[in-house]
T-cell receptor, first 115, second 110 residues
């Protein structure tokens, strides 16, 4: 399985500011995904990030709020813009499993608290 | 959209017990995945299922892909304290998107 790291691991931010979360993978992958996990809840897909094209956002998530970059096959960033307390969540990146198998492996997550 | 109903929402385990949890869907999935998440960490893949009827084990864990492709279960045999955590099922249809169940929180009996 891929080794995935995220930075920062946690942050406390003020309302109205933005935070960029980085996701780094130890091998090249075509598809990377960003998820949100609100407190005590399950995971919800925000968007799919493919290298060389714009991210594909799920219903309820928009590019202006969650801009994503995917500059190469091992790296992606998610920005949470103009934050409010409702954005307090764990943000997780994941990558496809490869080898033709439909699996996904997750990073450790970024725990965001917005005051 | 697709929804996954995972039950139970929580359970208490006593060391040595066998426990079971399941997920049902209103629609068909091509792949079922089971993850475990511990506090402060991302979900860790436990078992992946790719064919209807498939039964797969990983140590004390056993999972099955339902024949109808709309359900899956996970069994933990002879539970131990480190089995505590939140277990998620996830179904994958077309396009690599995962839909997650609500999670089963496994706790130790006081």
């Amino acid at each position: 399985s891929a080794v995935i790291s995220q930075k920062p691991s946690r942050d406390i931010c003020q309302r109205g500011t933005s935070l960029t979360i980085q996701c780094q993978v130890d091998s090249q992958v075509t598809m990377m995904f960003w998820y949100r996990q609100q407190p005590g809840q399950s995971l919800t897909l925000i968007a799919t990030a493919n290298q060389g094209s714009e991210a594909t956002y799920e219903s309820g998530f928009v590019i202006d709020k969650f801009p994503i970059s995917r500059p190469n096959l091992t790296f992606s960033t998610l920005t949470v813009s103009n934050m409010s307390p409702e954005d307090s969540s764990i943000y997780l990146c994941s990558v496809e499993g490869g080898r033709g198998k439909d699996t996904q492996y997750f990073g450790p997550g970024t725990r965001l608290t917005v005051l | 959209g697709q929804q996954l109903n995972q039950s139970p929402q929580s359970m208490f385990i006593q060391e040595g017990e066998d426990v079971s949890m399941n997920c049902t869907s209103s629609s068909i999935f091509n792949t079922w995945l089971w993850y475990k998440q511990e506090p402060g960490e991302g979900p860790v893949l436990l078992i992946a299922l790719y064919k209807a009827g498939e039964l797969t084990s990983n140590g004390r864990l056993t999972a099955q892909f339902g024949i109808t492709r709309k359900d899956s279960f996970l069994n933990i045999s002879a539970s131990i304290p480190s089995d505590v955590g939140i277990y998620f099922c996830a179904g994958q249809a077309a396009g690599n998107k995962l839909t997650f169940g609500g999670g089963t929180r496994v706790l130790v009996k006081p």
